[in-house]
């Protein structure tokens, strides 16, 4: 099953243009499924495109190796659904997970909104929707704010809440 996910089911949802294509998939990782994608590209006609894999570096925050392949010229980012665990540390140990866990691991709650391209609905098992609506911006997961809590840092970039018309929950 494919998901858009994110940012771009967000901006869509405000009416707002946005090329942040993001799909999250359930039973394989970003790279084998962008090379899936190439691979039937160049079987129906069309040009294949090589793939871009940006590896994890758990030092600089990126903790899941992302692929990106251009389709139709819009650059769009494959990885897997996943959840994340934290021991004592701000860095947290992956594993593949559901969307259910995937959507709470994400920083706010109008960030983890997934379309599903399979059923063609809005999936938001955090409040996502509610929140656009009420034009706030809430941390999506208990998970979060613990680490927030103990590192001290900010992960709520209030210039951008200003750009989506939102404010930060209290």
Do not use: C, W
């Amino acid at each position: 099953i494919l998901r858009i996910a994110g940012g771009y089911v967000r901006d869509k949802l405000l009416g707002k243009d946005s090329n942040d294509i993001d799909i999250a998939i359930n039973n394989m990782t970003g790279e084998a499924f962008a090379n899936l994608v190439s691979e039937y590209m160049a079987e129906n006609g069309l040009r294949k495109q090589s793939v871009t894999v940006v590896e994890a570096n758990p030092g600089q925050s990126k903790h899941l190796a992302t692929a990106m392949i251009k389709v139709f010229g819009f650059p769009i980012d494959f990885v897997n659904l996943r959840t994340e665990t934290y021991a004592d540390s701000r860095i947290p140990t992956m594993e593949i997970g559901t969307p259910e866990e995937d959507a709470q691991r994400r920083d706010l709650t109008i960030n983890s909104l997934f379309y599903n391209i399979n059923t063609g609905e809005i999936e938001d098992f955090v409040g996502g929707i509610k929140d656009l609506e009420n034009k706030i911006a809430k941390i999506a997961s208990i998970k979060i704010t613990a680490v927030i809590e103990v590192t001290t840092e900010l992960v709520v970039p209030s210039p951008k809440l200003s750009v989506l018309g939102l404010i930060r929950s209290p």
